[in-house]
């Protein structure tokens, strides 16, 4: 009874025998003409290495047949160059794992990002800013910030890390605390352009004693002829001691404190070369201004390092607070004439350069 079960069941699981059989044997033929390929491909690792190119990515550009023939011939590296090139086999992207992504579902941060303007880059951010699974949607006057990238290289010199301090022509967000040093005259033009504590040699020792916080304010100025009293607050101003040589001292007491109350500042990040987060407005402002903000901006930095050593600023990326960052074409907003390539490597040019580079600073 159990043999009769046994061929019972051989004959009904026989028709369906053969299409598996035939279907392994498919997928065999599959792996053995993918493993050639692979073989032939691996061949040529050493000569493409250059291009960063797996075997696998070259088996699917390149036909067993033809790179059968290559070889055949024995043609050096020089031709399989043009070979590759002739196929658009493009180098890979430092830290990412193509150039474009080959489906429609796929992780951003494996692919290098797309250019966009500003007007889009700008209509994305507010867009977002309505989304409702946006942290913070309650926080509607977003502040919008940018990255520069830089180049800091001036031939075989660098630059060192620099800071500035920048006026944006539209006004946003809360004003800087600003604590003013003057008497008489200055004191009176002082609080009248809105300075929230003037102080003169009366209060001094309120400083020293820690009744006036320093830390409670953002930027410290003074009149110029109370500059020669302030040694003994030295080290309790420390990076806030106003000076003619940060502007932060000066004649004109009023148009200081103006000037300190709206005033941002910018900081090179020495290990990184760049400008990280630099605050150019908020989703109060119109694109309009806020464009005119960056283009200030841009300005600003790019006095730092003289037109004949090439470009400063590489790349630049817009970003709202916790929204997404864009990467911004800066053809817009950098203009310059284009110039042969020059290897800046003799004395008397970078002589020249770093001449360009006192002149700009003392201006």
Known sequence: MYLALHVL?????????????????????????FCSRHAIAS?????????????????????????????????????????????DVKEKPKKYKAWTPADDVYMIKDYPPKETTFKDAMKRLRTQ??????????????????????????????L??????????HHFWKTN?????????????????????????????EIIEGEIVISDFDYCVA?????????????????????????????????????????????????????SNCIIGNLGLSDEQIEDNLKFLI???????????????????ICGYRLDSYKINLDDYIHQEKQKETIVDTRSELEKIEDELRQLRAS
């Open 160 to 169: 060192p890390a620099f800071s500035n301090l920048w006026t944006p022509p």
């Open 129 to 158: 800013a309505s989304w409702s699974y946006v942290p913070d949607r309650e926080y509607k006057d977003r502040h919008i910030d940018v990255t520069l990238y830089l180049d800091l290289n001036v031939g075989e010199k660098k």
């Open 43 to 87: 061949r040529s690792e050493n000569v493409l290495s250059k291009y960063k190119t797996s075997a696998l990515q070259l088996s699917k550009y390149m036909s067993t047949n033809r790179l059968l023939k290559q070889y055949s011939k024995g043609d050096d590296a020089e031709s399989l160059e043009e070979f590759a090139a002739d196929l």
């Open 299 to 317: 300005t600003d930095v790019c006095t730092h390092k003289p037109l004949s050593a090439g470009p400063l600023i590489t790349k630049l990326a």
């Open 223 to 275: 009149d110029q002829n109370m500059v020669r009293h302030l040694a003994a607050l030295k080290k309790y101003l420390r990076e806030k001691f106003p000076t003619a040589k940060k502007g932060s001292a000066g004649k004109d007491v009023g148009p200081l404190v103006t000037k300190f109350k709206h005033v941002k500042k910018y900081r090179v990040l020495e290990k990184f070369d760049r400008i």
């Open 177 to 205: 605390k600003v604590i003013c040093i003057a008497e008489g005259d200055g004191a009176k033009l002082a609080e009248e352009a809105g300075a929230d504590l003037v102080v003169g040699q009366e209060q001094f020792p």
């Open 9 to 33: 069941i051989f004959k009904m699981a026989a028709p369906m025998v053969k299409p598996v059989f035939c279907t392994s044997r498919s997928i065999l033929q599959g792996l053995c003409g």
